[in-house]
């Protein structure tokens, strides 16, 4: 028995593993020959400028279509490839096919929009991730800025080491956001001086915006805050008028959510792009 983290590997099924540990192996070997079948896919979900109702960007968001089981969710097999280093091949496969999309859609005369790209712990703790991004940007042709990347409030624990990794991100001309923000942990102090863009309220906190004062109240000062750190504000998961109008007053800059629209294929983007007129 063994395990190792890189593709190509195998890890063999141990009588009396547990039934958690046996359901988690299954899943590792399904997803090591999904990476190989090429059973994933990119939904992009459009991010909405508040004051012009323009979408301005989209968050590319991995799919994986399995042959019997159909749509898995990230949330199902993003935490154990991110346990198995699998991530690390799938995250970069992502960022890939995201910025050759963009620069696509660009080619194609289509509105110039950021295209978003979650990054998880073990890609960013890569010693060669702002070589890998440079050389992505290089080989798909997208210019620096339209693309945009995600890390946590968890990721960013290490100050010393975050900062330096994001000082190479940005020195690249990337922009960075703070996803889920507002769940995490991470100190105010060291938010004023990591050089980031924008803030991204996380949904749990939209979701009761309306009925719930205290995430009323957590949404609107994330707002203010990002004003005065001179940082964009986004809210994601926003799903209706009465949320939209909230942030809206709260001065809040753009949304994401099914509001707007849900993740959709390349193609159907395309079209929502085209047209670009939402509201
Ligand atoms: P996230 O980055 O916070 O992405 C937002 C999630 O909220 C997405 O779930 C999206 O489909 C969902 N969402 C968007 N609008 C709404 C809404 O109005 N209402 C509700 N209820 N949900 C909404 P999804 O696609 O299932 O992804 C879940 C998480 O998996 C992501 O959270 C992200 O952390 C992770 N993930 C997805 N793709 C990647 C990837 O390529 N790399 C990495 N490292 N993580 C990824
Ligand atoms: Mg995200
Ligand atoms: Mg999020
Ligand atoms: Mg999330």
């Not at 509105?111 to 290089?138: H, W, Y």
Request: hydrophobic fraction near 40%; charged fraction near 25%.
């Amino acid at each position: 028995y063994h395990a190792k983290n890189q593709g190509g590997s195998y890890q063999y099924y141990r009588p009396g593993m547990n039934r958690k540990s046996h359901d988690s192996w299954l899943l590792e070997r399904e997803l090591r020959k999904g990476l190989e079948r090429e059973e994933f896919m990119v939904y992009y979900q459009p991010q909405m400028d508040i004051a012009t109702g323009k979408i301005i960007g989209a968050e590319a968001l991995i799919r994986w279509i399995h042959p019997e089981k159909g749509f898995v969710s990230p949330g199902e097999f993003i935490p154990l490839a991110e346990e198995i280093g699998l991530i690390v091949p799938l995250g970069n496969w992502v960022l890939d096919e995201a910025c050759r999309q963009n620069k696509l859609w660009q080619e194609a005369g289509l509105p110039p929009i950021k295209i978003g790209v979650n990054l998880s712990f073990r890609q960013f703790i890569q010693q060669d991730l702002a070589r890998t991004v440079a050389d992505t940007l290089e080989r798909t042709r997208l210019d620096s800025s339209y693309l945009d990347l995600e890390i946590t409030e968890s990721m960013t624990m290490e100050v010393e080491r975050a900062m330096e990794v994001l000082a190479q991100l940005r020195s690249l001309g990337v922009s960075i956001s703070m996803d889920d923000f507002g769940t995490g942990y991470s100190s105010l102090t060291h938010l004023t001086k990591f050089p980031i863009d924008k803030l991204k309220i996380d949904q749990s906190f939209v979701r009761n915006i309306i009925d719930g004062a205290n995430d009323a109240a957590i949404a609107a000062t994330i707002v203010t805050m990002a004003k005065n750190l001179k940082l964009k504000a986004i809210a994601e998961g926003v799903e209706t008028d009465d949320q939209l109008q909230f942030l809206q007053r709260c001065g809040c800059d753009e949304i994401q959510g099914y509001w707007l629209s849900p993740p959709v294929p390349a193609e159907k983007f395309e079209r929502l792009l085209a047209s670009n007129s939402c509201v």
